[in-house]
DNA sequence: CAGCATCCTTATTGATACTG
DNA sequence: CAGTATCAATAAGGATGCTG
């Protein structure tokens, strides 16, 4: 049951390629639109920007608004229970800045050392039998 | 440059099946061998949870701590630097059973309602040019 | 304008067998 | 015990064209 607590499952509502800029997006600019969200996200397709979407919509994150007209017109925002998220956001964002600083140092050139304890064991039975 | 923050990398770093369960074993039981983390995520394939901890170990959240004795012997635990991710785990932890509740009185049975803001428009041009 | 349908490519995950 | 290597299956993402 609580294997690993709801950590995946948000992992998983929040994954996508493209759905944290998406997410970013309406933050900053409250309400979109489908093709106004295209521009500020110039390398993703209409397709992927549509299932991203809507999956955020699935999960009540982004408010799909539609407009019924000619030429139509849907615009999209975050709906109260996605604003929740913005503590999460914050602590991601936080930790992302920490962490760079803190790889440039560790990876700047090479792998961290591997730490290895040689105990050379006496203690524990070679048993490693041959066929 | 900044079109979405640090919030998209943290995801990659965090993203994958099994990364959150690790982190998540780690974190309650400290330091953990190979084959305890296998017992404790019975679902996951040996190629699996290597790559995975090679990768939590490549951005320095989990330690890989060697000892050179047969049969070979090593422990896994959460290095400080990933343990600067508690407050973002919780975060999640939390936003994640808000919206598990949230989520059962929408989707209990349905979808959410289409909202349909229908203004017929008289305003906008209607200008679909025939073929 | 805001999609959907189709087809295709790439990335991620998994099964299985072998090794120091 | 703690892996690696290889191959197979699935899933995620993308290109392109059509439609109301």
Same mark, same amino acid.
């Given at each position: ?5 709801? =950590? ?5 509502? +929040?994954?996508?390629?493209? /759905?944290?800029?998406?997410?970013? *997006? $309406? ?6 639109? =489908? ?5 500020? +996200?110039?390398?993703?397709t /209409?397709?992927m920007?549509?299932? *991203? $979407? ?16 000619i030429?139509? /017109?849907?615009?999209y ?21 920490a ?7 560790l ?8 730490e290895v ?9 070679v ?5």
């Amino acid at each position: 049951m609580s294997e690993n607590c709801e =950590f995946t499952k948000v992992l998983e509502i +929040l994954g996508g390629k493209w /759905k944290p800029s998406i997410m970013y *997006q $309406l933050f900053m600019n409250g309400t979109m639109r =489908f093709s106004e969200l295209q521009r500020a +996200l110039p390398e993703i397709t /209409k397709k992927m920007l549509t299932t *991203q $979407l809507r999956e955020l919509e699935y999960h009540d994150i982004v408010n799909r608004k539609i407009y019924m007209q000619i030429p139509p /017109k849907v615009e999209y925002s975050m709906t109260e229970h996605g604003s929740s998220l913005t503590p999460v956001l914050m602590a991601m964002n936080d930790w992302g800045k920490a962490h760079l600083e803190h790889l440039h140092s560790l990876h700047g050139e090479r792998q961290p050392e591997q730490e290895v304890v040689s105990e050379n064991v006496n203690n524990d039975i070679v048993e490693i039998e041959a066929k």
